[in-house]
């Protein structure tokens, strides 16, 4: 690529954006009261919001893929007459800024300054072991930044005024149509925002939607407090996860590595997540080789387990000291291997511990209760060790240990052939031999598992006739309350927190919002029901989530933010004063004079004056306020709130429905809880539309800097230019699919504006060679025709956020439109300057959401004044159907042609040495389709299915024509025909299957008969008539 073409972009850009500065093109204020006509109507203003970036490094293309869905929705609605409002902040709330500060505290302390450190794992500590990867200074390094600078960062403050302004330029740079005066920082060091979330806070607490209480809540230790998505390294979704843990009784005499603990009550404790079937345990399962510890707990009792499962177990409460447990024994699982245990509700008195050797240390206990009859990887390790002598004695297991137990009936599926012991069965079918055949077992466990609880009903126990789905709850409430069982938790998957901490889960003191309540969760489905979501997949997500989301725990011990106002030990996290803040920018330029809330805004109001009634009055319109604010101040506040909410459109990654998302839906419903279309209020101020995208990808690979694949947005517009980036992430997807950015792909689109570019200038200089007339030729008007439906494409296509789609009909389509216009008249009288000039312009207001400073440029070429930012969307004129069809079909019969006379000349070259190009050419066109194919069009057009919009598949289309008698003599040409229609059926819809064509064929190939002459590289070429020939191209070389 020319890097001269980019510099020249690049150059240009940046005198666009200065411009857009002076003129203040993308401030926007609520109107005055003296502008009372429509274009300043609530109804025409369009406020969109982006889920503000963490300012712990710069921003990067994931951020930049994701912001554009709401900077190209503002470039569209501004040219369809609405008063856009696009604010941006930064976050700086939450734990990770402060956990990174503190890393480098510590570098420095351990490893001096600069830090010296270790490379190998020899070197670390047993803390640091396994984290060698998350030193925080080579990360800062990898941002370009000095030494002498990182050591300023150990400070969490340093980051709040170092990263915003970057974030700040790099998006300007880009050219984003924000109104920067609007902008701000988080956490209580902005005392204006502080003031806000305070105020949120006490109004949700007040509404009952804050609770204190222990809960279980993914934790980190290292850091001492909850970990919330935010907080993690990864993770991110991931919750707790309840098992019950069954408490099966060492009996005595203890083996030898065991008898330290002769006396005490010592329970091996298995973690299930199907209490219910413990009625059927015949033995229990250990790993010979995995490490397990004994612990006492809070009761006397003494577990043994796993020492991560002993770690979880003390964070919730099993243990003396919250967090803390004591070792008594450390051992593995062979020193325990046939030990006798008492396990409950099982039939057998005496069950042993037995070898399993695919037991895994990141879930459970490390103890696994087997039981046979409904867990098919248990019955198939009991057969596999009954049936092993070999593999009994080498793990030191005696035959009364294993022989005598056999599976135990205890669930039945009725009307199945699973019967009374669905592992068994299941195994059976699957043809299982041993417990290695993986694939086999899972497929058992998928069909054993779904039957046994949706199905199974009980046939042992108190709950005999019950069926299992109705009676587990039941079940394990009984081994609890006879202390034979306990609820246990721990993170459905591995988390590790942003400080490098493999996280827990705990049962601890906090404040949550208790988005469980079941009157508050029906609230938000009613803001789901009305809120646009542009995909039924973004609607089933926030669907999913709001079914299983509880409570969520918004207090924390450490990190950055306002500190809860009626527990000030406590500071609030960062997903959880993130959810209303939209509403903040309504007033934040007249708030604040700075980013930082350091200086006053153009009101010279005080933070300290702002509050609690202040806040109802803006944001409620209630009475005014005792306050020393003037009241023409609180009626601008009043008036800036009351314009601009509610939030009309919230873009974001798909990975924020399942939480923020979500909670900005909550916590509106509970600030603002009126009904969409409810008298009583003025407006209802529930969020109109989310629009939810997937990842993107770099090259076709996961964006990681580990392995350098991996840009920032400033490294992307240096490298590709402002639109030639906007131009690549437009096309890189619009579903929750993951996206692709290529680097040949927007090198190839850089070249295409450039080249757009230089050819407006070329034809403007031009001018005068072109017809200036307003009749227009056939060609004129086909093209005008393309234009006007590709303004009509292009608007569809943006109303629907499909910004791929948008540059196919307004860009691509449009620019080989102007392409075929060229040259066809190119053998005529030449292209009319009237019509290109609509051309570019249409062009440049189509483009323009996506490449802005591209069509700046296209303004000023065609001579229009002042910005294209305050052009109109064009208007459509009358879509020639018919001419767009005539012209459809010459250019696919042009294109035939010539792949015609292309094959017709490598396949004679090849025959006979010194075969020359045909000069001459008979272009023979039918009046009508053979009989054969009229009656395949009539039985397509019988068979079409017009609900799906599609025909029947191919065996049953065969089927239906096999029958026809007309057909026989040349069936073997059907299907080829068939295919034929069904692929016109994409391009021409139900025109493909019509018996004659809605135009003259000949007249249309007459009509470019020059062009066909020129474009073949033929003398002459002439057309017939002939009845029973389709689309015959005849070359006549006499």
Known sequence: MSFAKRDYLLEREREVQDMWDREAIFQMDSPKEEEKDDYFSHKNKYFVTFPYPYMNGRLHLGHTYSITKAEFAVGYQRLKGKRCLFPFAFHCTGMPIKACADKLKREMEEFGFPPQLPLTSAQLSEEEEGHQGTFQWPIMRSLGISDEEIKKFAEPLHWLEYFPPLAKQDLKRLGLKVDWRRSFITTNTNPYYDSFVRWQFLTLKDRGKIMFGKRYTIFSPRDNQPSMDHDRASGEGVGPQEYTLIKMKALEPFPEKLRPLSGRPVYLVAATLRPETMYGQTNCWVRPDMKYVAFPTAKGEVFLCSKRAARNMAFQGFTQEFGKFQVLLSLVGQDIMGLGLHAPLTSYDVIYTLPML??????????????????????????????????????????????????????????????????????????????????????????????????????????????????????????????????????????????????????????????????????????????????????????????????????????????????????????????????????????????????????????????????????????????????????????????????????????????????????????????????????????????????????????????????????????????????????????????????????????????????????????????????????????????????????????????????????????????????????????????????VEVQALLLCPICPHVCEQLWSILGKEGSIMRAAWPTAGVVDKLLLSEMQYFVEASHDFRVRIKKMVEMRGKRCDGFARPQFGVIYVATEYPKWQQSVLLKLRELYNEEECCLPPNKALLEALRGMEDLKPVFKRVMPFVQYVKEGLSSKGLAAMDLVLSFDEKAVLEQSINYLVKSLEVRQTHTCSWEFCVCTFVVDRT
């Not at 306990?486 to 590790?496: D, G, N, S, W």
């Not at 938000?524 to 989530?545: K, M, W």
């Not at 003025?682 to 109109?688: A, Y």
């Not at 439906?789 to 080989?816: C, H, I, P, W």
């Open 358 to 839: 695919t037991i895994k240390d990141d879930k459970g206990t490390g103890v696994v209760t087997s039981v046979p009859s409904d867990a098919p990887d248990d019955y198939a390790a009991l057969r596999d060790i009954q049936r092993k002598k070999n593999m009994r004695e080498k793990y030191g297991v005696k035959d009364e240990m294993v022989l005598p137990f056999q599976p135990i009936p205890i669930i039945e599926i009725p009307g199945s052939e699973l019967g009374t012991l669905s592992a068994v069965k299941a195994c059976e079918m699957m043809k299982v031999t041993s417990q290695n055949d993986k694939d086999k077992l899972e497929k058992a466990k998928e069909l054993t598992y779904q039957k046994g609880f949706y199905e199974g009903v009980f046939i042992v126990g108190e709950h005999k006739g019950a069926r299992v789905q109705d009676a587990k709850k039941k079940v394990q409430q009984l081994m609890v309350n006879n202390g034979e069982a306990v609820l246990y938790q721990e993170p459905e998957k591995t988390v590790i927190s942003r400080s490098g901490d493999q996280c827990v889960v705990a049962l601890c003191d906090q404040w949550y919002l208790d988005y469980g309540n079941e009157e508050w969760k029906k609230q938000t489905f009613q803001v789901l029901e009305g809120l646009r979501t542009y995909s039924e997949e973004v609607r089933h997500n926030f669907i999913g989530t709001l079914d299983w989301l509880h409570e969520h725990a918004c207090s924390r011990s450490y990190g950055l933010g306002t500190l809860i106002p009626w527990d000030p030990q406590y500071v609030i996290e960062s997903l959880s004063d993130s959810t209303i803040y939209m509403a903040y920018y309504t007033v934040s330029f007249l708030l604040q004079g700075s980013v930082d809330g350091s200086v006053p805004g153009p009101l010279g109001i005080r933070p300290e004056q702002l509050s609690t009634p202040v806040w109802d009055y803006i944001f409620y319109g209630s009475h005014l306020p005792e306050t020393d604010i003037p009241t023409e101040a609180l009626k601008q506040l009043r008036r800036e709130f009351s314009y601009w909410y509610p939030v009309d459109l919230r873009p974001s990654g798909k990975d924020l429905i399942q939480n923020h998302l979500t909670y900005f839906l909550y916590n509106h419903v509970a600030i603002w809880p009126q009904q969409r279309g409810e008298e009583a209020c003025d407006v209802c101020r529930w969020p109109v539309a989310v629009r939810a995208n997937g990842h993107i990808l770099l090259n076709s690979e996961k964006m990681s800097k580990s392995t350098g694949n991996f840009l920032t947005l400033s490294e992307a517009v240096e490298r590709f230019s402002a639109d030639g980036t906007r131009l690549a992430l437009a096309l890189a997807g619009d579903t929750l699919e993951d996206a692709n950015f290529v680097y040949e792909m927007t090198d190839a689109g850089l070249l295409r504006l450039y080249s757009q570019l230089d050819w407006v200038k070329e034809v403007a200089a031009g001018r005068g060679k072109m017809r200036d007339s307003s009749s227009y030729t056939y060609y004129d008007r086909v093209f005008e025709s393309e234009i006007n439906q590709a303004v009509l494409l292009t608007d569809s296509n943006y109303e629907e956020m499909l910004y791929k789609e948008a540059m196919r009909t307004g860009f691509y389509d449009l620019q080989a439109a102007r392409d075929k216009y060229r040259d066809m008249t190119a053998v005529g009288e030449g292209m009319n300057w009237h019509l290109v000039q609509w051309f």
